[in-house]
């Protein structure tokens, strides 16, 4: 019996010890390449969801010149009861690419009428600019929170796209999974972001980001959609902040 018992928890705090250990050596086996996860068609969609409702959507667009990469990114969330608004959310954020390394990053966020801003540059290793909360300390090595390069599972300090400050996280690899895709499923592999941002995130092998979930008054997620299915640019609230 006792030996039995003693390989039980043996095997419990492997286990657990596997899936922290392992995104900070490798992530799992998701693509390393930056961009594995930016579509032919260059547009990321998705619906978000609360508690299986939909709520709003996540629209991601990538464009290439002279060896960069720009990523316009816009995100609308309503939550109401009934005809009665209870939460609006409008974000816009315009990030340059290269080499896999965040050269600028422009945003405007209205969190349910809190307004923010982030304005950041890469000078010298280090991101230097204003935010409604940059308080500096935003050296290389370090991510955007836009979640599209599945190096992102593989950092332990994020940059908040919201408003510039710094986030710091520990990574753990959760293992395969299927989830909803654009059409049916597909097997991702899933990771639970602690600390300054709790957030699981699903990349499937090849580096697309299929899903995301986490908690805000209910359980919020992401899930992939044909950009046909997102509304057109023109209905689209703008973000009007004064910096």
Known sequence: ?????????????????????????????????????????NVLAYEVFRNDTRI?????????????????????????LGFIPLFSYTHD??????????QSLVSKTDNN???AFAD???KENSYLGTGS????GLGLP????????????????????????????SVAYLGPEQVPDINGSVEAHRFRLTGDLEIDIWYTGDGRWVRTEFSRGGVLSYRP????????????????VEE
């Open 93 to 102: 954020n315009t990030e340059i690419w290269r080499d896999g390394v965040l």
């Open 56 to 80: 709003g959507f996540h629209h991601m667009q990538f464009s290439r010149k002279d060896g960069e990469v720009r990523v316009d990114i816009h995100i609308e969330l309503d939550v109401s």
């Open 113 to 115: 009428g809190d307004l």
């Open 225 to 240: 959609v044909a950009a046909s299915a997102i509304p057109p640019k023109t209905a689209w609230r703008k973000v009007e």
């Open 1 to 41: 019996m006792l030996p039995a018992t003693f390989l039980l928890k043996f095997l419990r705090v492997f286990v657990i010890f596997f899936a922290v250990w392992l995104p900070a050596h490798g992530a799992g086996p998701v693509s390393r390449n930056w961009q594995s996860g930016i579509p032919a068609d």
């Open 142 to 169: 370090i991510m955007p929170t836009s979640y599209f390069d599945p190096n992102f599972v593989r950092q332990q300090r994020l940059i908040s796209s919201q408003d510039g400050r710094l986030l710091e996280v």
């Open 133 to 136: 909360r940059y308080d500096g």
């Open 120 to 122: 950041l540059a890469l």
